[in-house]
C-alpha cells in the first residue's frame, strides 16, 4: 500500500521550504480578520500534494510556504465530495451531519439521488441534519456574508449550511446559478463581464510539456489514464471534441479559472471585508477532482492543472489583499478527500490494485440474495459504503431478510477487491452502540454509517480497489478507509499565526471550530474537536 505518512510528509515540505523562496509571512494582525477564506482543493492527498509543494510559486506557495502545515487524517472512510465538504463546514462526520456519500439511495424514492436534492425545489442543504458555518455567523451577526463558490453544488451548499449565499456553476448556461430565483446582481453581472460561452470553442494545452514530464515522471499517455467522451490521454484537449463543451471544461483548469472570476466577483459585490463584521468566503475548486478522475494524479493533464491552480490561486489572494487588505484576511487550504494512484501505476510497484463496477457488486448481492430468496428485484443499489435493499427485499419477512442479508455479507466477503463487508446494524446503534467506544477501522466506519438512511451492509474495498459507475470509466475513484482516501493537507495562514511543519496528524473537524473563532462566533453546535492553533 503507497502511503506517505506525515513524517514523510513534513519532510517533503521542509525541502520544498528550503529550495523556493519562501513568500513574506503575513503581517500581524492590528485586529481580528475582516475575511475568513475556505479554500478546498477536490481531491488532494497527501501523498500528492508532498512532491508538489516545491512547484508552488505564486498563489499555493504563498499559503504553502507562509503558513503552518499539517497533516490532516478524515476519521471516516465515507471519503467523497458531499461527505467532506459538510464535515469541513459543520466539523462533524457523516454519522451526524446524515450526508453519507455525494448521492445515496432514498427509500422514499427507491432511487438513488445527490446530496444536494431538495424535493421542494432546487438544491439545498435540506440533508444536512446540523447546522454548518453560515447558519453559525449568520445567527450570531445578521449583518455579516457568508458566500460560496464552486462547479459542484453540494461543494457551494453544504460548507454554509441554509443561511448565506452558495453559488455554483451550470453547463446548461453555462454560467454560474445559486438556490435564490433572483440572483445577486453581482453574478448578473459577472455572466456579462466574463462570458463562459466564448471560451468554449478553445482547448486545453499543456503550459510547459518539458516541466510536465519532468514533474511526472511519465509520458502523457501513461498506462491508465483514460481522459472523458471525445478526449484522449494526449494533450492538446479541444472542449468541442467533447459531447458538451460547457461541461468539458470543468474537467479543465478553466473550470478552476471561472471559479476563481466568481469568488472575485464575489468579494467586490456582496463587499466581503469591508466593515467591522468578519464575513466568510468559501472557495472549492471542484475541476481538480475532475482532472484527476479522468487521467489520475500522476498524470501531465494533473501537473498542469495544479501549476495553472497555483496561479488562479495567486490572483484570488492579490485580489483578497487589494479588495480587503494584507493582513486583514485569514484561510486554510485543505481538501475534502483523497484518492490513490492510478492502478496501474500500484501494479507496476508490485501492489494491489483492480478496477470493478458498483454493478459488479450488486450482481454478486443479487445472486445471494436469490439463494435465500428466489429470483427476483432485491438490490437497490450498491453505492459506496452500503448496499441497500429494494422496498421488496426490505418487505420480506423478518426471518428471510435477515437471512438474506446474511448471505449478501458472506458473498461480499469472499469477492476480490473487497477488503471487507458486514451488517449494518451491528455497526450502528443500538446494536453497534458508541462510536466512541470503537476503534481503528470499525470506528471509522461507524462515523460514516447512519441507521436511518445507510443500506443494509456496509463494504470495504481492498487497498488498490477502484470502484467505478458503469456508465463512465474513472482512472481513479476514491473512498475507502486507507490512508491515500483519508489524508490530506492542511495549511494554516493566518497574519500572525505560526509558519512551519507540524508533526501531529489533526482531523479536518477541527477546521469548523478553527473558522468559527477567526469569525469570532460559536462553533456549529455538532462540532467537537478544538481549533487548531492558529
Known amino acids: 500500500m503507497h502511503r506517505l505518512m506525515p513524517t514523510a510528509l513534513a519532510a517533503a515540505l521542509a525541502s520544498a521550504a528550503c529550495s523556493s523562496p519562501a513568500p513574506a509571512r503575513p503581517p500581524a494582525p492590528a485586529a481580528p480578520p475582516r475575511l475568513v477564506v475556505l479554500l478546498v482543493i477536490d481531491q488532494l492527498p497527501a501523498w500528492a500534494f508532498a512532491?508538489?509543494?516545491?512547484?508552488?510559486?505564486?498563489?499555493?506557495?504563498?499559503?504553502?510556504?507562509?503558513?503552518?502545515?499539517?497533516?490532516?487524517?478524515?476519521?471516516?472512510?465515507?471519503?467523497?465530495?458531499?461527505?467532506?465538504?459538510?464535515?469541513?463546514?459543520?466539523?462533524?462526520?457523516?454519522?451526524?451531519?446524515?450526508?453519507?456519500?455525494?448521492?445515496?439511495?432514498?427509500?422514499?424514492?427507491?432511487?438513488?439521488?445527490?446530496?444536494?436534492?431538495?424535493?421542494?425545489?432546487?438544491?439545498s442543504a435540506q440533508a444536512l441534519r446540523v447546522d454548518a458555518l453560515g447558519d453559525a455567523l449568520l445567527a450570531a451577526?445578521?449583518?455579516?456574508?457568508?458566500?460560496?463558490?464552486?462547479?459542484?453544488?453540494?461543494?457551494?451548499?453544504?460548507?454554509?449550511?441554509?443561511?448565506?449565499?452558495?453559488?455554483?456553476?451550470?453547463?446548461?448556461?453555462?454560467?454560474?446559478?445559486?438556490?435564490?430565483?433572483?440572483?445577486?446582481?453581482?453574478?448578473?453581472?459577472?455572466?456579462?463581464?466574463?462570458?463562459i460561452a466564448p471560451r468554449l470553442t478553445g482547448a486545453w494545452k499543456p503550459s510547459d510539456p518539458t516541466r510536465l514530464a519532468e514533474l511526472s515522471g511519465a509520458p502523457d499517455d501513461a498506462p491508465g489514464e483514460?481522459?472523458?467522451?471525445?478526449?484522449?490521454?494526449?494533450?492538446?484537449?479541444?472542449?468541442?471534441?467533447?459531447?458538451?463543451?460547457?461541461?468539458?471544461?470543468?474537467?479543465?483548469?478553466?473550470?478552476?479559472?471561472?471559479?476563481?472570476?466568481?469568488?472575485?466577483?464575489?468579494?467586490?459585490?456582496?463587499?466581503?471585508?469591508?466593515?467591522?463584521?468578519?464575513?466568510?468566503?468559501?472557495v472549492s475548486f471542484s475541476a481538480h477532482d475532475y482532472t484527476g478522475h479522468a487521467f489520475g494524479l500522476d498524470s501531465w493533464e494533473a501537473w498542469d492543472a495544479w501549476l495553472q491552480l497555483d496561479r488562479q490561486v495567486g490572483d484570488l489572494t492579490r485580489a483578497l489583499d487589494a479588495e480587503v487588505g494584507v493582513g486583514r484576511w485569514a484561510a486554510i487550504l485543505t481538501s475534502d478527500h483523497g484518492a490513490p494512484p492510478l492502478a496501474e501505476v500500484r501494479a507496476a510497484r508490485g501492489e494491489p490494485s483492480a478496477r470493478f463496477t458498483y454493478g459488479d457488486i450488486e450482481a454478486r448481492a443479487e445472486a445471494a440474495a436469490a439463494t435465500v430468496a428466489g429470483a427476483g428485484d432485491w438490490i437497490g443499489t450498491a453505492r459506496y459504503p452500503t448496499l441497500f435493499l429494494t422496498a421488496a427485499?426490505?418487505?420480506?419477512?423478518?426471518?428471510?431478510?435477515?437471512?438474506?442479508?446474511d448471505a449478501i455479507v458472506a458473498d461480499l466477503q469472499r469477492m476480490p477487491g473487497l477488503a471487507a463487508a458486514g451488517r449494518t446494524a451491528d455497526v450502528v446503534a443500538p446494536a453497534g452502540g458508541d462510536c466512541a467506544a470503537r476503534t481503528g477501522t470499525d470506528h471509522?466506519?461507524?462515523?460514516?454509517?447512519?441507521?436511518?438512511?445507510?443500506?443494509?451492509?456496509?463494504?470495504?474495498?481492498?487497498?488498490?480497489?477502484?470502484?467505478?459507475?458503469?456508465?463512465?470509466?474513472?482512472?481513479?475513484?476514491?473512498?475507502?478507509?486507507?490512508?491515500?482516501?483519508?489524508?490530506?493537507?492542511?495549511?494554516?495562514?493566518?497574519?500572525?499565526?505560526?509558519v512551519g511543519d507540524v508533526a501531529d496528524v489533526v482531523s479536518p473537524l477541527q477546521v469548523a471550530p478553527t473558522l468559527a473563532r477567526w469569525l469570532g462566533v460559536p462553533a456549529p453546535a455538532a462540532a467537537t474537536e478544538p481549533p487548531l492553533s492558529p
Open 393 to 405: 427485499g426490505e418487505a420480506l419477512p423478518a426471518a428471510t431478510r435477515a437471512r438474506v442479508i
Open 51 to 123: 512532491p508538489r509543494a516545491d512547484a508552488a510559486a505564486d498563489g499555493l506557495g504563498r499559503l504553502i510556504h507562509g503558513g503552518r502545515r499539517y497533516t490532516a487524517r478524515y476519521p471516516y472512510v465515507a471519503t467523497q465530495t458531499a461527505p467532506g465538504h459538510a464535515a469541513l463546514g459543520t466539523g462533524a462526520p457523516p454519522s451526524v451531519t446524515g450526508i453519507l456519500g455525494n448521492e445515496w439511495w432514498r427509500r422514499e424514492l427507491q432511487r438513488e439521488m445527490k446530496a444536494a436534492w431538495d424535493p421542494a425545489g432546487p438544491p
Open 444 to 498: 471509522a466506519l461507524c462515523l460514516s454509517l447512519d441507521a436511518e438512511r445507510s443500506g443494509e451492509v456496509w463494504y470495504l474495498p481492498a487497498p488498490g480497489s477502484i470502484i467505478y459507475k458503469a456508465e463512465w470509466v474513472d482512472a481513479v475513484t476514491h473512498g475507502s478507509a486507507e490512508a491515500y482516501d483519508r489524508e490530506v493537507p492542511l495549511i494554516v495562514y493566518a497574519p500572525g499565526g505560526g
Open 141 to 195: 451577526h445578521p449583518r455579516a456574508r457568508a458566500v460560496a463558490v464552486a462547479i459542484k453544488d453540494r461543494s457551494a451548499i453544504m460548507p454554509l449550511g441554509r443561511a448565506g449565499t452558495p453559488v455554483w456553476y451550470e453547463d446548461d448556461c453555462p454560467c454560474f446559478i445559486g438556490r435564490d430565483a433572483t440572483p445577486p446582481p453581482w453574478l448578473a453581472a459577472l455572466a456579462e463581464t466574463h462570458p
Open 226 to 282: 483514460l481522459g472523458i467522451p471525445g478526449w484522449d490521454a494526449t494533450f492538446p484537449h479541444a472542449y468541442g471534441d467533447t459531447p458538451n463543451p460547457a461541461a468539458a471544461i470543468t474537467d479543465a483548469p478553466l473550470g478552476n479559472e471561472i471559479v476563481v472570476e466568481a469568488a472575485i466577483a464575489a468579494v467586490r459585490g456582496e463587499a466581503l471585508g469591508a466593515d467591522d463584521v468578519p464575513d466568510l468566503l468559501v
